[in-house]
């Protein structure tokens, strides 16, 4: 027999502990009494002192009975919490999550998807990262963000990347610009017109998809200026320094100077979630789950 005491022999002390009473301590763990008096006299004998005083009336604590009281209750209610914070982590309800973001997917519905995160796990440590699409796959193989919502994901080994969201393009103006007295135009209407775009580098597909969307319409971009993020590609479109042709949620974007078009295109550009093949936790699965609530369509 082991002498080490165990969990059990604290929960079956303190059951006696509280009641004072054999009979009750062993109804409430669900045990027959001779056992229960068994255990209790086994702890006693691994500790080398008497727990209880015994007599006819019943059973009180002995000094040492109410220090190891006092310190099995501190005991058993820490692995109480400890258990508690396992099964937490184990649904996704603790932990840190950390999610990449393309600038663009800001102006979906990923701000409300974040908030109902927020207020369904508010233990859970979400980490938000502005990283290109490009800079969000490096991210991701090397396990720097746990998610990645990209603009037009790039397929790529050891990333699965699904895609939530298909939208239509607008066509970024200078408010002052002919094309601005318009409600809708076609893609071909922009020929000519000088362009301001993102580098490649950034994201290959969206750039792809964008100049692809022009040559349908038989001709090849000017592009005459390249922008780090969107908001400053609206300033330089306002500027009057060229077009361009955006997601269609850019266009919550009200920047003085700058209007936005309808495109008739069949042409789309996408939202996709990017997660590293096989590194996809319960954390992650929850926040896809209400990411995809709130963007899939």
């Known amino acids: 027999?082991?002498?080490?005491?165990?969990?059990?022999h604290l929960r079956y002390f303190l059951a006696v502990a509280e009641t004072l009473h054999f009979s009750k301590a062993a109804r409430r763990l669900g045990m027959a009494q001779p056992p229960l008096s068994q255990q209790i006299k086994r702890l006693e004998q691994m500790l080398g002192h008497a727990l209880f005083e015994r007599t006819t009336r019943g059973v009180k604590l002995t000094a040492a009975g109410h220090l190891l009281a006092r310190r099995a209750r501190s005991t058993m209610e820490k692995v109480d919490e400890d258990l508690a914070q396992v099964r937490r982590l184990g649904r996704g309800e603790e932990g840190t999550l950390t999610v990449g973001f393309s600038g663009s997917v800001m102006f979906t519905e990923l701000p409300a998807a974040i908030q109902s995160f927020r207020r369904r796990y508010p233990k859970v440590e979400l980490?938000?990262?502005?990283?290109?699409?490009s800079a969000q796959i490096v991210a991701l193989l090397n396990g720097q963000i746990d998610l990645a919502f990209l603009r037009d994901g790039d397929p790529t080994e050891g990333i699965r990347i699904t895609t939530l969201l298909k939208e239509k393009y607008v066509a970024v103006l200078p408010e002052a610009h002919p094309l601005a007295r318009r409600r809708t135009l076609s893609v071909k209407a922009l020929e000519g017109e000088p362009f301001i775009m993102f580098a490649r580098r950034m994201g290959p597909l969206a750039y792809d998809r964008t100049i692809a969307c022009c040559e349908r319409s038989g001709f090849r971009p000017n592009i005459v200026q390249d922008a780090p993020q969107w908001l400053t590609l609206v300033r330089l479109v306002a500027a009057g320094l060229g077009v361009s042709l955006a997601p269609a949620c850019v266009g919550r974007v009200a920047m003085p100077g700058a209007v936005?078009?309808?495109v008739k295109a069949a042409?789309?550009?996408?939202?996709d979630l990017g997660v590293k093949v096989g590194a996809e936790s319960v954390l992650a699965s929850n926040f896809i789950e209400i990411a995809n609530q709130h963007l899939a369509g």
């Not at 082991?2 to 059990?8: A, F, K, P, T, W």
């Open 127 to 133: 980490r938000l990262r502005e990283l290109v699409t």
């Open 1 to 8: 027999m082991s002498d080490h005491i165990e969990l059990r």
């Open 260 to 262: 936005y078009r309808e």
């Open 267 to 271: 042409c789309r550009t996408s939202v």
